[in-house]
């Protein structure tokens, strides 16, 4: 391999963050100090299983994987990242017997491969082009940033995931569908969405379809003359048009009249709006986001919901995640909320105490992070002592004890994500992880070996109690 050099030392966070997989040492060993020493961050595993586990707990920029794997193929591992994390990319490192494989996953949504012995100017060079390819379009303001997403609050990778493609959907005017349960936070995607486009700069401009009686919701969206019903003294120019250069974020769609949903339709074809009453269009550039908590497939097969519209806003569909599906945020939220409201309530508050903390993280969420934030709010009206103790957090969530939840009540298929989440909630404590998922420490060890998780990684937030 040829002789590199070494770029000027860039921040830690602004380096592209890099996770290598390959069963050689030697590859990995020689692989590793040289993409750190041309300003990457670079993780490293030597089989598909501790990919898995690093996948699961960090938040990459790139993947670079072997072909062939000790337990499993980078092929399959690919199909794995393309589900679970749909903007990273991946380059595959192939062997010459391979390179069919490799050709077709590149069909298949494969950033690149390299066939081994490769050169590395070849490889910084395939690299380069690959994060400047999948990168977010440069831009001012707040897209040029994290402010963009300064309202959602997560280290969750998931979550993580969800944003990175969030971003990179934000750059085009494509039509975004926001699923999810009602509490996850989907009007605040949609407003981050907003801020990271183009049209930052226009209005943002939110209506919920099941909040309003059909006949006022045509009026609000559609806007309307004067004289066109009783009442209607003057011209009012709806939310259509006043979104004009900017996004409508219609939320609950799913609940938007079928008559109504006819003359959006027609709005989004012809990109032009007749208010009631009106004789002629007028035409308006907006982008539109929906987002609702109803299964829309099975409100298209009942009637309830017009097909065509449907493939009109869901261009791209965003799911977010309940929180109970990302419970190691729980706690950065729950302390995000208290100093905030601390000063609504002009209380000096430090904290939650840890037990306080630990009921929070184990409790049922059905009403999610709205539902968290009331629960925070609630037991800030009510303290009485600078640190929030367990039974404040008990009486706001009206249950006598919160238990941590058992690992035989997880599926086998979920083990090594709900290891993953135990081992975050209590920062790589093995005695604290083992007690909350109801096992011994030495079967807990087993089952952190088997996944190919080791406590250190999750230490990072920092120093657990037991090593």
């Known amino acids: 391999m040829t002789s590199l050099r070494q770029p000027a030392a860039a921040p830690a966070q602004s380096r592209p963050q890099l996770l290598l997989i390959d069963d050689d ?85 494969v950033a690149g491969y390299l066939t081994k012995p490769f050169d590395s100017q070849a490889l910084l060079s395939t ?17 040029a940033d994290e402010d963009w997403r300064a309202e959602l609050i997560s280290h969750s990778t998931r979550m993580h995931a969800l944003l990175d493609e969030a971003r990179l959907i934000a750059a085009s005017d494509a039509s975004v569908l926001i699923r999810g349960d009602s509490g996850t936070g989907k009007e605040l995607l949609a407003r981050a969405i907003h801020r990271a486009s183009p049209r930052a700069a226009a209005p943002f401009v939110a209506i919920n379809c099941g909040a309003i009686p059909e006949p006022l919701l045509e009026s609000e969206l559609f806007g309307h003359v004067r004289g066109a019903f009783t009442g209607a003294t003057h011209h009012y120019a709806g939310l259509l048009q006043a979104a004009h250069g900017g996004t409508l974020f219609l939320d609950e769609i799913g609940d ?95 904290g939650f105490a840890p037990d306080a903390l630990e009921a929070l993280a184990t409790a049922q969420w059905p009403g999610n992070v709205r539902q968290l934030q009331n629960v925070v709010e609630q037991v800030c009206a009510l303290a009485t002592t600078q640190l929030i103790p367990r039974t404040l957090v008990e009486r706001a969530l009206r249950v006598k004890s919160i238990e941590a ?29 083992a007690r909350l998922a109801e096992r011994n420490r030495t079967e807990f060890y087993r089952l952190l070996q088997r996944h190919g998780l080791t406590p250190d990684l999750f230490r990072g937030e920092g120093p657990a109690d037991d090593r």
Not at 65 to 72: K, M
Not at 134 to 142: I, K, L, R
Not at 265 to 294: F, K, W
Not at 323 to 328: D, I, N, S
């Open 256 to 350: 938007m009249p079928l008559a109504l949903q006819v003359k959006l339709l027609r709005v989004l074809q012809e990109r032009a709006v007749r208010p009631v009453g009106a004789t002629r269009a007028e035409p308006v550039d907006l982008r539109i986001i929906s987002a609702t908590h109803r299964d829309l497939d099975a409100a298209l097969t009942e009637g309830q919901f017009r097909e065509d519209l449907y493939y009109r806003i869901n261009v791209v569909s965003l799911e977010l995640p309940t929180l109970a599906e990302r419970r190691e945020d729980i706690p950065l939220l729950a302390e995000h909320f208290l100093r905030r409201l601390a000063v609504k309530y002009a209380k000096d508050l430090s």
């Open 25 to 109: 040492p030697d590859l990995l060993r020689l692989l590793s100090m040289r993409l750190k020493a041309n300003g990457y961050r670079v993780s490293t595993a030597a089989s598909v299983e501790a990919a898995r586990g690093l996948l699961g707990i960090e938040r990459f920029d790139l993947v670079l994987s072997d072909v062939r794997l000790p337990d499993g193929d980078g092929l399959a591992l690919f199909e794995e990242i393309r589900q679970q994390h749909p903007a990273l990319p991946v380059i595959l490192l192939t062997a010459h017997g391979t390179i069919p494989d490799a050709v077709e996953a590149t069909s298949r949504g």
């Open 405 to 433: 939840l058992g690992y035989a009540e997880a599926k086998r298929r979920f083990e090594r994500n709900y290891l993953i989440q135990l081992l975050k909630l209590t920062a790589g404590n093995v005695s604290d992880a």
């Open 127 to 143: 690299l380069s082009q690959t994060l400047q390819r999948t990168a977010p379009t440069p831009g001012t303001g707040p897209k």
